[in-house]
């Protein structure tokens, strides 16, 4: 019975609450004793509210009414560990925050708060969201439910991996340059990247400004689409909010998609995708025209150059962020004999930051130096308005784009380490997107030969996630590859 339990959708559990077929403080007990079982070998949080989370089931059992008039009343959520929680450790994975707690929470941690969510824990991932395998922990990797000598995928790979396991029914993770799509692509879930500006970034703690996003990941698309209609919306807080609209996303979505122009670009069939990924992608194609959509050729000829761009950008926009952790305000201090204040920053950041980190700083602030911003932070800037030209252009003879979310299976943990060329490039056909600002999301469409989740990312024009969501459904429902699960 626990493992069924653990197995419904946010739908379904919402409706055994309001039935009373289950309470709040048992639905959230049965959830704790599979994160207790769990955790130690997955690692997925880092951080489990139990005392928190059962108080709020107890409010939820003694105030029906209001469990019932709330979207999520008495849902356990997860939040990736970069979004400020109130009296809630917030670590962003980094030793440096080990012993951090917000005086405030999120915009999105209290839209969902609002919704009658409840916080089951602080998810794993990449220091500073600085990685695609969430082997960049202070707390150590996360490992991936399907095989758990392979990596999640990152940043958001402790919310993939708790999702995909049942340790929660949804959770919210962060996409800078494919974090949510990557991870929820390796767990086999569904993981969604608004357009920029859709979703607030208030109390979201910066990796690189101009790209952070939060958004949902869950076990199928209609879950997905109910948790982004909870966080979407303006926030005057944030300044990079957009006040637009916000459509019902569970209604839109199950339209029809016959006559929908489908994107195919040239440069995502490159050398160096796994062909069972490929197959997977040629084989969702054939689903989408049987049911009615075109497909059409386009090309996006300037893919090449995102690695290389983002790769700029975002180290420089982190060397700037990363800057006020120098063990003064709060975080970690270093204990020096010396009262040398020089001295003091450079050993807490030194001892505080990971390798991963300390990396990106040091690009960063190299791209960002006097005789060199011309040559690098600004040329790759330059780059990136021709992305976004190239997806203005598609849009203009296509609805959407379909394309893989990665080029290679999950890999083994430890693999790519000593190689960061290789790992930055398991992201080569995310960062286009978020370079752009456009939504993206991925949905499971099969698995390797190895048995291992593949997913199809399907991309929009800005605040088109209506749409997405809508040909991500249709294909959920034709085929049925969502959700499975793992056997652990």
């Not at 917000?102 to 209290?110: C, D, F, H, R, S």
């Not at 790209?211 to 303006?234: E, K």
Request: aromatic share 10%; proline share 7%; with cysteine.
């Amino acid at each position: 019975m626990t493992e069924e339990i653990t197995q419904w959708s946010i739908i379904e559990t919402r409706r055994r609450l309001a039935k009373k077929e289950i309470n709040a403080i048992e639905l959230v007990e049965t959830y704790l004793k599979r994160i207790n079982s769990l955790n130690p070998s997955l690692n997925a949080f880092i951080t489990v509210c139990e005392e928190l989370a059962l108080k709020e089931a107890r409010y939820y059992v003694d105030h029906p009414d209001k469990l019932v008039e709330k979207p999520l009343g008495g849902v356990p959520i997860a939040i990736k560990d970069c979004l400020c929680t109130e009296g809630i450790r917030t670590t962003c994975g980094s030793k440096i925050l080990e012993s951090f707690v917000p005086p405030y929470n999120a915009t999105v941690v209290e839209k969902l708060l609002q919704a009658g969510a409840i916080i089951i824990g602080k998810t794993n991932m990449d220091e500073f969201a600085m990685g695609s395998s969430t082997e960049h922990s202070y707390f150590g990797p996360a490992r991936n439910p399907w095989d758990t000598s392979r990596v999640p995928g990152g940043s958001s790979g402790g919310s993939a991996v708790a999702v995909a396991a049942c340790l929660c029914p949804g959770a919210i993770g962060t996409d800078t340059g494919g974090s949510i799509r990557q991870p929820a692509a390796f767990c086999g879930i569904v993981g969604m990247k608004p357009t920029y500006g859709r979703v607030s970034r208030y109390g979201l703690i910066a990796f690189a400004s101009s790209l952070d996003q939060a958004g949902p990941m869950a076990r199928n698309v209609q879950d997905t689409a109910l948790l982004l209609q909870v966080i979407s919306g303006y926030d005057p807080k944030d300044t990079t909010s957009i006040l637009k609209e916000v459509p019902p996303y569970c209604e839109e979505m199950k339209k029809p998609v016959r006559n929908l122009r489908l994107g195919i670009p040239k440069e995502y069939f490159a050398k160096g995708i796994d062909s069972s990924i490929e197959e997977a992608i040629r084989q969702a194609l054939r689903v989408y025209e049987n049911l009615g959509a075109r497909i059409v050729d386009i090309s996006l000829p300037h893919t090449e150059y995102g690695v290389a761009a983002y790769y700029i950008i975002a180290p420089a926009e982190a060397s700037s962020n990363l800057a006020r952790y120098d063990g003064v305000k709060y975080g970690f201090r270093a204990e020096i004999p010396s009262p040398d204040l020089i001295h003091m920053y450079l050993e807490t950041r030194s001892r505080g930051f990971g390798s991963e980190v300390k990396r990106r700083i040091m690009l960063g602030t190299y791209a960002l130096s006097s005789g060199y911003y011309d040559a690098y932070y600004h040329k790759a800037s330059q780059v990136r308005n021709l992305i976004r030209k190239d997806f203005e252009e598609a849009f203009l003879t296509c609805d959407a784009i379909i394309a893989p979310v990665t080029p290679v299976a999950p890999f083994l943990i430890g693999e790519k380490l000593d190689d960061p060329l290789s790992m930055y490039l398991s992201d080569v056909y995310t960062l286009p997107a978020s370079l752009a600002g456009i939504p993206g999301v991925s949905v499971p469409c099969g698995f390797s030969p190895e048995g291992l989740p593949i997913g199809m990312q399907i991309l929009g024009n800005y605040f088109q996630e209506d749409l997405l969501l809508r040909l991500a459904y249709i294909f959920e429902q034709e085929t049925g590859l969502s959700p499975k699960y793992p056997s652990i």
